[in-house]
């Protein structure tokens, strides 16, 4: 068990080299959302070194939960589906820019026919002799010559050249302790060993080579493991006929307590499954070299070596393409996006998309600008597998109308999209991810066009996948935060309520204690309008904290307001905290003949105090504020009055001028809000007014707010 430590840096980067016809139905079934984590985990042991990936990850400090774990389910639970995703996506993506020369691939081929025998042998075995965990049984099968892949990928100095030209293994092990000190079933026993399994998992790598007279005192999965071993590269069907039994196969036969018929019948059925396999996965069975022993290595992969390098720059477009659309703010601006890259992409100029109804098993086309007029007015049906949309929304390939065997024939639904886009036929795409139909891709197309998209199709079919997955983070996005928007404005509400609960109280006092007041004061004293004002003050605070608890507030109502004399009031209620205590001179200049405006008194109130309120603050002592009103000032053929305020003052500077009636940075100011000028702008607005300001520095600033001398029924908000 001592690895050279040259050997062990290499073996702990996991250079394994895998099947790529397995990673790349790893991708496909993972992208089409359907498959179990049974299907993924059986799909990662049919190679040796995706499961041992897997099972070194999920066994990491990182991730490693207090058992360590031997199944490939629970791996795959573990990492989960994205991890998964990712580390394979990396795999095809080092496969594809890497490459493997020929020899490798007839060496690794050989390694995962052999490797997938013992394992299918190990666990029909494992039955026989009632071993109690069939599938640690198969993964042992599975992972006994994973030395020999990771000595071949951690690109040990002629190690593939010895895999190729020894033909027994127990010469490859003296080789290996000649060249590298060490041999393959110890570099995978100490590998296996690093993940601490609760079983003889490694002994059973360890020991698969040792003598035949030594195995018989080892654990029953070690025998299992060395017995699957020696007899897949053995003729059992010879020997039944013949009747001259190996030395090996007697051991095997005694110390496992099963006849040579149980045996052959293992080794056939191994022998046909592994077969199957690597016919469904497209790696062709090489003619047998001379000797049995080269069974072991019959398997010569075909690499899918064009097929792995489109698959790399489609990862690479999908994640550029994933990363672009995240970062989009509308559903709209996705589909405009996908549109033009499905023209970049494919040459693809007439292309809809087709929605799944949230509510009904119907197919629409949503209302966006470029789509055609006709098509949003169809509804295909989803559950009558009459049109060819329909039958792709609910299954997983792109189809055509031109296809020679489709699913269902076009109907006239097919026939109406076609015709819509302006094209002889139609190409459907679905867009799908995790399960779930958002809808189909629409392309219309001519019959050559279609034969020149044929061979695109796939890359087409994830292009689509990409994209649903875009609009479904969007989705998914959009409603969390109306979710969180929700809950934040409920528990908004109900604080708002507790405040206006808690202040109501004290503001009544307030209003009864100066009702009280106004009573006692003698008749010809000039205060009881002053307390009226201030009394009109308290209700109007306590109107502004029952808006703040009901956001669906009624609008303001319409009152008749006399400008003069609510100026004059304020000014007496107001005057001295704001101006007078300061030194700041007031001058008024309010028309006589000014007659009433309708509009509402509160919010007239809240306009003036706050340009005060902005006033006072930016004017010394010895300044001047000039409150001015007139009426008859005509506009566009409308009457308004107006109201000025003139100060001498500093002026604004040209940066505040342009943002001047939009909320302001609470940090420019501390202790304000920065939002005075912004409500002001918004209570003219709702007044149908009109507010202008002209300013510059060091020569003051002077406000004009237009009123309309009758209130326009009607009439939206203005501001200028």
């Given at each position: 068990?001592?690895?050279?430590?040259?050997?062990?840096?290499?073996?702990?980067?996991?250079?394994?080299?895998?099947?790529?016809?397995?990673?790349?139905?790893?991708?496909?079934?993972?992208?089409?959302?359907?498959?179990?984590?049974?299907?993924?985990?059986?799909?990662?042991?049919?190679?040796?070194?995706?499961?041992?990936?897997?099972?070194?990850?999920?066994?990491?400090p990182f991730?490693?939960?207090?058992?360590?774990?031997?199944?490939?389910?629970?791996?795959?639970?573990?990492?989960?589906?994205?991890l998964?995703?990712?580390?394979?996506q990396?795999?095809?993506i080092?496969?594809?820019l890497?490459?493997?020369?020929?020899?490798?691939?007839?060496?690794l081929?050989g390694?995962?026919?052999?490797?997938?025998?013992?394992a299918?042998?190990?666990?029909?075995?494992?039955?026989?002799?009632?071993?109690?965990?069939?599938?640690v049984?198969?993964?042992?099968?599975?992972?006994?010559?994973?030395?020999q892949?990771?000595?071949?990928?951690?690109?040990?100095?002629?190690?593939?050249?010895?895999?190729q030209?020894?033909?027994?293994?127990?010469k490859?092990?003296?080789?290996?302790?000649?060249?590298y000190?060490?041999?393959?079933?110890?570099?995978?026993a100490?590998?296996?060993?690093?993940?601490?399994p609760?079983?003889?998992?490694?002994d059973?790598?360890l020991?698969?080579h040792?003598?035949r007279?030594?195995?018989?005192?080892?654990?029953?999965?070690s025998?299992?493991?060395?017995?699957?071993?020696?007899?897949?590269?053995?003729?059992?069907?010879?020997?039944?006929?013949?009747?001259?039994?190996?030395?090996?196969?007697?051991?095997?036969?005694?110390?496992l307590?099963l006849?040579?018929a149980?045996?052959?019948a293992?080794?056939?059925?191994?022998?046909?499954?592994?077969?199957?396999?690597?016919?469904?996965?497209?790696?062709?069975?090489?003619?047998?070299?001379?000797?049995?022993s080269?069974r072991?290595r019959?398997?010569?992969?075909?690499?899918?070596?064009?097929?792995?390098?489109?698959?790399?720059?489609?990862?690479a477009?999908?994640?550029?393409?994933?990363?672009?659309?995240?970062?989009?703010?509308?559903?709209?601006?996705?589909?405009?996006?996908?549109?033009?890259?499905?023209?970049?992409?494919?040459g693809?100029?007439k292309?809809?998309?087709?929605?799944?109804?949230?509510?009904?098993?119907?197919?629409?086309?949503?209302?966006?600008?470029?789509q055609?007029?006709?098509?949003?007015?169809?509804?295909?049906?989803?559950d009558?597998?009459?049109s060819?949309?329909?039958?792709?929304?609910?299954g997983?390939?792109?189809?055509?109308?031109?296809?020679?065997?489709?699913?269902?024939p076009?109907?006239l639904?097919?026939?109406q999209?076609?015709?819509?886009?302006?094209?002889?036929?139609?190409?459907?795409?679905?867009?799908?991810?995790?399960?779930?139909?958002?809808?189909?891709?629409?392309?219309?197309l001519?019959?050559?066009?279609?034969?020149?998209?044929?061979?695109?199709?796939?890359?087409?079919?994830?292009?689509?996948?990409?994209a649903?997955?875009?609009?479904e983070?969007?989705?998914?996005m959009?409603?969390?935060?109306?979710?969180?928007?929700?809950?934040?404005?409920?528990?908004?509400?109900?604080?708002?309520?507790?405040?206006?609960?808690?202040a109501?109280?004290?503001?009544g006092?307030?209003?009864n204690?100066?009702?009280?007041?106004?009573?006692?004061?003698?008749?010809?004293?000039?205060?009881?309008?002053?307390?009226?004002?201030?009394?009109?003050?308290?209700d109007?605070?306590?109107?502004?904290?029952?808006?703040?608890?009901?956001?669906?507030?009624?609008?303001?109502?319409?009152?008749?307001?006399?400008?003069?004399?609510?100026?004059?009031?304020?000014?007496?209620?107001?005057?001295?905290?704001?101006f007078?205590?300061r030194?700041?001179?007031?001058?008024?200049?309010?028309?006589?003949?000014?007659?009433p405006?309708a509009?509402n008194r509160?919010?007239?109130?809240?306009?003036?105090?706050?340009?005060w309120?902005?006033?006072?603050?930016?004017?010394?002592?010895?300044?001047?504020?000039?409150?001015?009103?007139?009426d008859?000032?005509?506009?566009?053929?409308?009457f308004?009055?107006?109201?000025?305020?003139?100060?001498?003052?500093?002026?604004?500077?040209?940066?505040?001028?342009?943002?001047?009636f939009?909320?302001?940075?609470?940090?420019?100011?501390?202790g304000?809000?920065?939002?005075?000028?912004s409500?002001?702008?918004?209570?003219i607005?709702g007044?149908?007014?009109l507010?202008?300001?002209?300013?510059?520095?060091?020569?003051?600033?002077?406000?004009?707010?237009?009123?309309?001398?009758?209130?326009?029924l009607?009439?939206?908000?203005?501001?200028?």
């Amino acid at each position: 068990m001592q690895i050279p430590e040259a050997i062990r840096d290499s073996v702990e980067a996991l250079r394994l080299p895998s099947m790529p016809q397995v990673l790349l139905r790893f991708l496909d079934l993972v992208e089409d959302g359907q498959a179990s984590l049974d299907d993924l985990a059986a799909l990662v042991g049919q190679d040796p070194s995706l499961s041992a990936r897997f099972l070194a990850v999920a066994n990491s400090p990182f991730l490693r939960r207090n058992q360590p774990s031997t199944s490939l389910a629970g791996c795959l639970n573990t990492l989960g589906p994205r991890l998964a995703r990712t580390i394979v996506q990396c795999l095809v993506i080092d496969r594809g820019l890497s490459g493997t020369d020929a020899e490798n691939v007839y060496r690794l081929g050989g390694i995962w026919g052999h490797s997938l025998r013992v394992a299918e042998m190990a666990r029909a075995m494992a039955v026989l002799t009632r071993y109690h965990d069939c599938e640690v049984a198969y993964l042992a099968g599975l992972l006994h010559d994973i030395g020999q892949l990771l000595l071949l990928g951690s690109g040990a100095e002629h190690y593939g050249e010895w895999l190729q030209n020894v033909p027994l293994e127990a010469k490859l092990r003296d080789v290996e302790e000649l060249l590298y000190h060490t041999d393959h079933a110890a570099i995978g026993a100490w590998l296996v060993d690093q993940w601490q399994p609760s079983s003889f998992l490694s002994d059973a790598i360890l020991f698969h080579h040792q003598d035949r007279g030594d195995i018989v005192d080892a654990d029953l999965l070690s025998k299992i493991v060395w017995s699957c071993h020696a007899i897949d590269t053995l003729d059992l069907e010879s020997s039944l006929s013949s009747g001259d039994i190996p030395p090996e196969l007697a051991t095997v036969s005694s110390m496992l307590e099963l006849d040579l018929a149980a045996l052959c019948a293992l080794q056939r059925q191994a022998r046909e499954k592994v077969a199957a396999l690597a016919g469904l996965l497209g790696i062709t069975e090489g003619a047998d070299q001379d000797g049995d022993s080269q069974r072991s290595r019959q398997y010569q992969p075909a690499f899918p070596d064009d097929e792995l390098e489109a698959r790399v720059r489609d990862l690479a477009v999908m994640q550029l393409l994933q990363r672009d659309l995240s970062q989009l703010c509308r559903e709209e601006e996705i589909l405009v996006a996908v549109h033009e890259c499905a023209r970049i992409l494919f040459g693809a100029g007439k292309l809809a998309f087709l929605y799944t109804d949230a509510e009904r098993p119907l197919l629409s086309a949503p209302a966006l600008a470029g789509q055609p007029l006709l098509l949003q007015q169809l509804e295909i049906r989803l559950d009558s597998g009459r049109s060819l949309a329909a039958a792709v929304a609910q299954g997983r390939e792109p189809r055509s109308s031109f296809d020679k065997e489709p699913p269902v024939p076009p109907s006239l639904v097919d026939l109406q999209v076609a015709r819509a886009l302006g094209s002889e036929g139609v190409l459907y795409v679905p867009m799908s991810t995790a399960g779930r139909q958002v809808g189909v891709m629409a392309y219309g197309l001519s019959p050559a066009q279609h034969a020149r998209l044929r061979g695109k199709l796939p890359r087409m079919a994830r292009f689509a996948q990409q994209a649903a997955a875009s609009i479904e983070g969007w989705r998914a996005m959009r409603g969390n935060e109306e979710r969180m928007a929700a809950t934040l404005n409920s528990r908004f509400q109900q604080h708002a309520r507790k405040v206006v609960h808690e202040a109501g109280n004290p503001l009544g006092i307030i209003k009864n204690y100066l009702t009280i007041v106004a009573q006692k004061l003698p008749p010809e004293l000039a205060a009881g309008q002053e307390l009226e004002i201030l009394g009109e003050e308290v209700d109007r605070v306590a109107l502004i904290l029952q808006r703040l608890g009901d956001l669906s507030e009624p609008p303001p109502a319409t009152d008749s307001v006399d400008l003069n004399g609510m100026i004059s009031g304020l000014l007496a209620l107001y005057g001295e905290s704001l101006f007078a205590a300061r030194g700041i001179v007031v001058e008024k200049e309010l028309s006589p003949s000014l007659l009433p405006v309708a509009g509402n008194r509160d919010s007239i109130k809240q306009i003036l105090l706050n340009l005060w309120s902005n006033a006072a603050e930016a004017l010394s002592s010895g300044d001047r504020l000039s409150i001015g009103t007139a009426d008859n000032v005509i506009l566009n053929g409308r009457f308004y009055v107006e109201i000025r305020l003139s100060d001498s003052g500093p002026g604004l500077p040209p940066d505040v001028m342009q943002c001047l009636f939009q909320p302001l940075d609470a940090r420019r100011r501390p202790g304000h809000s920065g939002i005075g000028l912004s409500i002001v702008a918004s209570l003219i607005e709702g007044l149908d007014g009109l507010i202008t300001c002209r300013s510059s520095v060091g020569s003051g600033t002077s406000f004009v707010i237009l009123l309309p001398q009758e209130m326009k029924l009607g009439a939206g908000p203005r501001c200028a």
